[in-house]
């Protein structure tokens, strides 16, 4: 499986941090821009992404695909999204296992599906359809769902991995809606992790949930929590050298703090390499 | 159940919350390991989604918000929501169709005071990201004989757009976005008085200003690709302002410095095309 170079550890990249990372280039190696945020004729998103991409490499992460609606394909939505990638230059473009709404409405939501035959052939072959598109293959990431449905047919993981191999996709694992999902349907996230293809698996999203007890929801409006760190250790020995990065999107933080969060990760993967290294004499 | 006729129940559920129509989706269902209540699990898209939209018109319009307080603007975004559910896939042309809703809607037509402040900051969100152009300065001019001032036009940043507005929506809008921002701001008594301004992007950031009676027409006379002794002959222009030439060379000094002009052309008898290449 021939996949995109590591390129360790980054951001999502929002707004509120824009002068700041263009007037103290922070130690960050990399940037992942929310696609739709560019999508615009001109002005002052695509003036800062052209700065910023001038001194970082930057992936596209997009949440409109609507990979799983049974809308047909939205090529206007697609025509936009080659059109950046063209003037980006993304070293990938991801989207979600979802889909936003059907018959012309979009939710502004990555909604959830029953995993049955059905939905997977349906979602294989928008995958490869759309990367007959955009003439590149897609990274394709796991949602945080809140319902399951008595029809699916298999689970989330088995899905994942039918989808990965049948679309020749790359993926995106969302160590978070692992987290998160798993409490919700009670599965195992662990059993999750060790069910994707881990050769498929080029990036690594990390972000913080709300608690509600009986559910968790994926809000990205908070750290990364103990459980969710565990849980990336599990995944990066599983995965090896994957992108990772920190994706917070409400109750922004200082960038010191999301800093800290990217160091956390350095620090991990280091124990794991040290390990490693040690085994291995 | 096929995945179509699950997504058009499921997203019933969402826009319209619960209710009767949910039977066949409880249904199918896994209850939750956890205990959560189906309808909780469910409420998470369905408040998900309108908060995601009532924040993004919240974003866009906080003049409107201000003038007419968090009530009333709250009750005006959920009207929005319940009859005009979003269907782009970009979530920020969503909230473009709330003026055009209110002068349809019965409820809010004939609040001239919020339909103009709505109008007034679509205006500044759509300045904000149209294409990309470089402003000249006055200094464009030098380039031209002066025989040929008289047939000048312009080119205008295409972020430019002009407004009719109910008299008192600028100051209000400048008083909602102040520093020191009251919670609410008186809504303007406008009766039939107007007034007009100008929006545009500069620097990256969307600029407005008001324009006096007579600036606004050779403004938009200019925009419409008239040349310059042209817009001093109009009627309508003799009529709105004062002295003609003088007035008008002072409206185009302070648009080159404004940055709203992007191209300069001597105009022919026979160009009836604002669009055509710019010198200078």
Request: charged share 25%; glycine share 4%.
């Amino acid at each position: 499986m021939e996949k995109p170079a590591p390129l360790g550890y980054g951001l999502g990249l929002r707004p509120i941090y824009y002068e700041e990372i263009l007037s103290s280039r922070p130690p960050i190696d990399w940037f992942e821009i929310i696609s739709e945020n560019y999508m615009l004729a001109g002005g002052r998103p695509l003036a800062m992404l052209e700065r910023i991409r001038a001194d970082y490499p930057v992936v596209m992460h997009g949440v409109s695909m609507s990979l799983a609606s049974t809308d047909p394909l939205n090529f206007d939505y697609l025509r936009q999204l080659k059109t950046l990638a063209e003037r980006v230059q993304p070293a990938w473009v991801s989207d979600h296992i979802a889909w936003t709404g059907v018959h012309g409405v979009t939710l502004h939501d990555l909604l959830p599906i029953p995993y049955t035959r059905e939905s997977l052939a349906h979602v294989v072959e928008r995958i490869q359809r759309v990367q007959d598109f955009l003439k590149r293959r897609l990274v394709v990431e796991n949602a945080s769902t809140y319902v399951s449905f008595v029809d699916s047919e298999m689970s989330e993981h088995e899905f994942v991995r039918e989808m990965a191999e049948r679309a020749d996709c790359l993926l995106l694992l969302d160590v978070n809606n692992v987290f998160v999902s798993s409490f919700n349907h009670g599965f195992d996230p662990v059993a999750f992790i060790d069910g994707v293809p881990a050769e498929r698996v080029v990036q690594f999203h990390m972000a913080g949930h709300t608690n509600n007890e009986t559910h968790r929801v994926d809000t990205h409006d908070q750290p990364v929590c103990d459980e969710v760190w565990a849980l990336y250790e599990h995944a990066r020995r599983r995965c090896g050298d994957v992108s990772a990065m920190i994706e917070r999107d409400d109750n922004y933080p200082p960038l010191a703090e999301l800093l800290d969060e990217l160091q956390n990760m350095r620090d991990i993967d280091a124990r794991i390499s040290k390990e490693r290294a040690l085994s291995a004499a | 159940m096929k995945l179509a006729d699950f997504q058009s129940l499921f997203q019933q559920r969402v826009l319209a919350g619960s209710g009767e129509a949910d039977k066949p989706l409880l249904k199918k269902l896994r209850p939750s390991p956890r205990g959560a209540a189906p309808e909780t699990l469910l409420d998470v898209y369905q408040t998900g989604y309108r908060i995601r939209l009532a924040d993004f018109v919240s974003q866009d319009h906080p003049g409107l918000r201000a003038i007419l307080g968090d009530e009333a603007f709250d009750a005006l975004v959920d009207d929005y929501i319940d009859h005009c559910p979003s269907r782009d896939p970009n979530a920020r042309w969503f909230t473009t169709g709330l003026p055009d809703f209110m002068r349809e809607n019965a409820r809010w037509r004939d609040d001239v005071a919020a339909a103009s402040m709505a109008l007034f900051e679509r205006a500044m969100v759509d300045a904000f990201d149209t294409a990309d152009e470089t402003p000249l300065t006055v200094q464009a001019l030098a380039g031209f004989a002066p025989d040929d001032w008289a047939r000048l036009a312009f080119d205008f940043d295409p972020s430019l757009t002009l407004l009719e507005l109910a008299a008192g929506t600028i100051e209000a809008y400048g008083a909602a976005i102040s520093e020191e921002a009251p919670a609410k701001v008186d809504k303007p008594a406008a009766g039939d008085h107007i007034e007009y301004a100008a929006v545009w992007r500069v620097d990256h950031e969307s600029a407005y200003r008001q324009l006096e009676p007579d600036e606004y027409v050779a403004l938009s006379e200019a925009r419409a690709g008239h040349a310059f002794g042209d817009i001093c002959q109009m009627t309508a222009f003799q009529q709105a302002g004062e002295i003609a030439p003088e007035r008008l060379a002072q409206c185009l000094s302070s648009w080159f410095e404004d940055g709203m002009i992007i191209g300069v052309r001597v105009r022919e008898d026979d160009d009836q095309s604002s669009n055509t290449p710019s010198s200078a």
